[in-house]
């Protein structure tokens, strides 16, 4: 079955179809992501503008921060707290973002701009990624760690400052319920 958008985001979460409205009422993780993904949808106009309000009001209410409207479908945020994205980012598919990760940008310099994550990437708690970097497919971003680099894919990164090593199937045991 293809799943697609918030009904892809639902079932990375829970691996099932089943009970969408029931856990969402609970989960202010996929509340966010219900938000995000009617974000989406809405062009320009007066709708963007009015989005744009209430994403502030969810902002406070969440303690997140996700402004990019590039994101692939089944983004999962674990324990979503403190999780910052820029509006330039992109986010592939089966992506997992933990809590006080960021994705930022650089402002200046060789690496101005903000990252690209590639399909089933996984970062850790309080990671940072940052600048004009491509991260690569299958890809697991340990807790703490601060990419400022290229990240090739299977590849596991890992410290301050970062150290890639390969390693095929990086994200196994990581990324369950892939869309």
Not at 22 to 41: A, G, M, N, P, V
Not at 87 to 93: F, L, R
Request: hydrophobic share 35%; charged share 25%; glycine share 12%.
């Amino acid at each position: 079955m293809a799943r697609s958008g918030f009904a892809a985001d639902h079932f990375r979460a829970y691996g099932t179809d089943t009970g969408v409205w029931k856990h969402t009422l609970f989960s202010h993780e996929l509340q966010y992501l219900r938000f995000l993904r009617k974000r989406q949808r809405v062009s320009g106009g007066f709708l963007r503008r009015w989005y744009a309000l209430r994403q502030i009001r969810f902002d406070r209410k969440y303690g997140l921060t996700i402004l990019t409207d590039r994101i692939g479908d089944g983004l999962y945020l674990g324990h979503g707290h403190g999780i910052n994205v820029e509006e330039d980012c992109v986010i592939g598919k089966n992506c997992n973002l933990s809590k006080n990760c960021t994705l930022g940008r650089v402002m200046r310099g060789e690496k101005k701009g903000s990252p690209v994550l590639g399909d089933n990437v996984w970062v850790g708690t309080g990671a940072m990624v940052l600048g004009r970097i491509t991260i690569g497919d299958d890809v697991l971003i340990a807790p703490n760690a601060c990419v400022t680099e290229d990240v090739p894919a299977h590849s596991v990164v890992s410290g301050n400052p970062c150290v890639i090593r390969h390693r095929e199937n990086a994200t196994e045991g990581y990324i369950n319920h892939t869309v």
